[in-house]
């Protein structure tokens, strides 16, 4: 089976979302949050099965930018600063497809270890977040 191919990506900076139109028809509106927890860079995903980690306190992220990858991918850019995630068409259809449950999934990751969406849970205080950087 052929994964989907993007027809349309669109970043919402002020609602923090990134709306995703697919050729198959299928349409997602994915979060900032989401995908910032869902990275499927090394540092979120680890460097072999079972070595995830749980991403906790990015209820506020947003994405500052959005870059192609060849046309296989996008890179995007967070304002927490995390920016080593290629999002191949692939992992972006299997987000949107699997969202809810992902999502539900990461809520109760959360709560088993006593973590909170919320930067200030983890440090005590308001982080702030950055925005776009300088050109």
Known sequence: MTTP???????????????????????????????????????????????????AGKREVGITELEPVGNYAVSLRFTDGHATGIYSWETLHDLGTNQEKNWQSY????????????????????????GPRPK
Not at 29 to 50: D, N, T
Not at 113 to 123: E, T, V
Request: glycine content about 6%.
């Open 107 to 130: 809520l109760e990751a959360l709560e088993k270890n006593g973590l909170s969406r919320d930067p200030a849970s983890l440090y005590g205080h308001p982080v702030p977040m950055r």
């Open 5 to 55: 191919k993007p027809t349309d990506i669109t970043l919402h900076k002020k609602s923090r979302t990134l709306e995703v139109a697919f050729d198959s028809s299928e349409h997602f509106v994915l979060p900032a949050e989401y995908l910032r927890v869902y990275s499927p860079s090394a540092e979120v995903q680890g460097h072999g099965p079972g070595q995830q980690v749980l991403v």
